[in-house]
């Protein structure tokens, strides 16, 4: 059975919905999942003041938990058309997991949320992926084998890359059934993978 964590930053709940997505389809996928958060880095007062969803059960990761599993699967929403930094500022502590080798092999995938439907969703995980790539991970996405992703008759996210959703600009969309779709369908992909590759 594969290990897989998901691994998120979410600041208004979004990511942490899609999250929860991801990691029952990993489990349909036969895998024993854990999900996990990334360390906030904004103050406390203002996440207060900006309305952070602060109540999120998630355990806070560290660098070196990431060396337990055979696959990792990350969620972050897009800011300027990138990850977000407290995700970035996790990954830049994994110097050591990469200089020892750590990470080589393990199956590594991305999902993400944007305000906008153009607001860079694509750069964001494409992105994402050069990091993995340094790390050593076996990337993969979202493949069109879901049939969600080729929806007209509905705004939705969905990316070959991974999966996303769209928030909104003042944060009020919720995940659509659809994107939730391909966030469950990702995570059972990975999972899959996770376990033919595992060695």
Wanted: overall charge negative; some cysteine.
């Amino acid at each position: 059975m594969a290990k897989v964590l998901v691994l998120y930053y979410s600041s208004f709940g979004h990511i942490e919905t899609m999250a929860q997505a991801v990691a029952e389809g990993a489990q349909k996928g036969g895998a024993d999942v854990d999900i996990m958060r990334v360390p906030e880095l904004v103050p406390e007062a203002v996440t207060t003041k900006s309305g952070y969803k602060l109540d999120q059960p998630a355990a806070i990761a560290k660098p070196a938990d990431l060396k337990k599993y055979d696959a990792i699967i990350f969620g972050t929403p897009t800011r300027f058309g990138m990850m977000a930094a407290q995700m970035k500022n996790f990954l830049d502590q994994c110097g050591g997991l990469w200089a020892n080798g750590e990470l080589i092999g393990k199956v590594g995938g991305v999902f993400t949320s944007t305000g906008t439907q153009h607001g860079g969703q694509e750069s964001t995980l494409l992105s994402f992926h050069t990091v993995l790539l340094h790390l050593g991970f076996v990337v993969a996405g979202l493949p069109y084998s879901f049939a969600g992703q080729t929806r007209m008759d509905e705004i939705t996210g969905g990316s070959p890359y991974g999966a996303t959703t769209i928030a909104a600009g003042d944060n009020s969309r919720l995940p659509s059934d659809n994107e939730l779709d391909g966030a469950r369908f990702q995570g059972e992909h990975i999972a899959k993978l996770a376990a033919k590759l595992a060695y």
